[in-house]
C-alpha cells in the first residue's frame, strides 16, 4: 500500500466581513505521513469586530460568539512553530493564504516560510471528470465527513482530500506534484508566490500494488 510521505498542515479560515483581515475562526489538521493526527479549531476576536450577516449565514459566527477570544497574534502564537516549515495545505488556497498573509502583515508579524498547494487543483488533476470540485461534493465523493463551513472540520477534510488526490494520482508524497503540472506556492517572510495550475501531462494509468 502506497504511503505518503511528509509533514504537512490543512488550514481553514471563516471571515467576519469581506475583507481578508477578519479571520474569526481558523482550523488546521496534521498531516504525518498519510495519516491525519489531530484537528484543531480557534474562534478568533478580529481586531475590527463587524460580521457581515451574509458571512454569519454561511457559518454561523457572530460577534458575540467571539467576544472573549483572543486575537490573532495569540491563536498564531500556539501554532507559529509548528506550521513553519511544514507544507500548507488549503482549498482554494488562494484564499486561506491570503488571510494569512494580510492577517499576519497586519499586526506587523512574519510570514511562515513554507510551501503550499491548493487542493482544489490537485482534485481536479486527480478526478477531471467530476463535475464539481468543491469541499462539500468532494468530501461527499470520497465518503469523508464533513461539518461544511466549520473550520476544524473542513480543515480535516481538505486534508484527508489532498490525501486521496496524492494516492488517485500516484505521487509518494505532495511534493512530487509539481510532475503533474502544478506549481507548489511558497510564503516566506521575503516574499510570496502562487499556487499555479500549469498545464497537465498525459495522465498515465493508476497502478493499484
Not at 1 to 7: C, F, Q, R
Not at 61 to 71: F, H, K, L, N
Request: glycine share 10%; charged share 20%.
Amino acid at each position: 500500500m502506497t504511503v505518503i510521505s511528509g509533514h504537512a498542515v490543512a488550514i481553514d479560515f471563516e471571515t467576519a466581513n469581506e475583507t481578508r483581515t477578519s479571520a474569526c475562526s481558523i482550523g488546521v489538521a496534521w498531516i504525518e505521513n498519510g495519516r491525519v493526527t489531530g484537528t484543531e479549531e480557534h474562534l478568533i476576536r478580529p481586531r475590527e469586530p463587524r460580521f457581515n450577516p451574509f458571512n454569519s449565514a454561511i457559518h454561523g459566527i457572530r460577534e458575540e460568539d467571539v467576544a472573549d477570544a483572543p486575537e490573532f497574534p495569540e491563536v498564531w502564537a500556539a501554532l507559529r512553530e509548528r506550521v513553519q516549515g511544514r507544507l500548507i495545505l488549503a482549498h482554494n488556497a488562494a484564499f486561506d493564504v491570503s488571510v494569512l498573509r494580510h492577517t499576519l502583515t497586519d499586526y506587523g508579524l512574519d510570514l511562515p516560510a513554507c510551501d503550499y498547494l491548493c487542493t482544489v487543483m490537485m482534485a481536479r488533476r486527480a478526478w477531471p471528470a467530476l463535475t464539481g470540485h468543491r469541499l462539500n461534493h468532494l468530501a461527499d465523493f470520497l465518503g469523508i465527513a464533513l461539518h461544511h463551513h466549520h473550520a476544524g472540520s473542513d480543515a480535516e477534510a481538505c486534508g484527508r482530500i489532498a490525501l486521496a488526490a496524492a494516492l488517485e494520482m500516484g505521487l509518494g508524497g505532495f511534493g512530487e506534484v509539481e510532475r503533474t503540472g502544478i506549481r507548489l506556492g511558497r510564503i516566506s517572510p521575503g516574499g510570496y508566490s502562487p499556487c499555479k495550475g500549469g498545464k497537465a501531462p498525459p495522465r498515465r494509468p493508476r497502478v493499484v500494488a
